[in-house]
């Protein structure tokens, strides 16, 4: 299946993050500092007219959002 570029970028992020990290199971308060930390991330870029940045910070975000998500299905939260 072929994934539009965000989609696929996001995908590539999570398989680097589980290769850098393993799967992660965290309480939603872990899982929403991490977020929030890649949320500040984003919004440093954006003040710094940081535009590839913004967009890859943006992709993190969605990735770690995607990583809690699947650590719930799989009944981890």
Not at 12 to 20: G, H, L, M, P, W
Not at 29 to 36: Q, T
Not at 41 to 57: F, G, I, N, Q, S
Request: proline residues 4%; hydrophobic residues 45%.
């Amino acid at each position: 299946m072929v994934f539009p570029q965000p989609y696929a970028d996001i995908y590539q992020e999570r398989r680097r993050q589980d290769q850098k990290w393993g799967a992660q199971a965290h309480i939603p308060a872990v899982w929403l500092a991490i977020l929030g930390e890649e949320v500040g991330e984003v919004c440093k870029a954006l003040l710094e007219d940081k535009r590839a940045d913004y967009r890859t910070e943006l992709v993190h975000v969605a990735a770690v959002a995607t990583a809690a998500i699947e650590a719930f299905d799989r009944g981890e939260v």
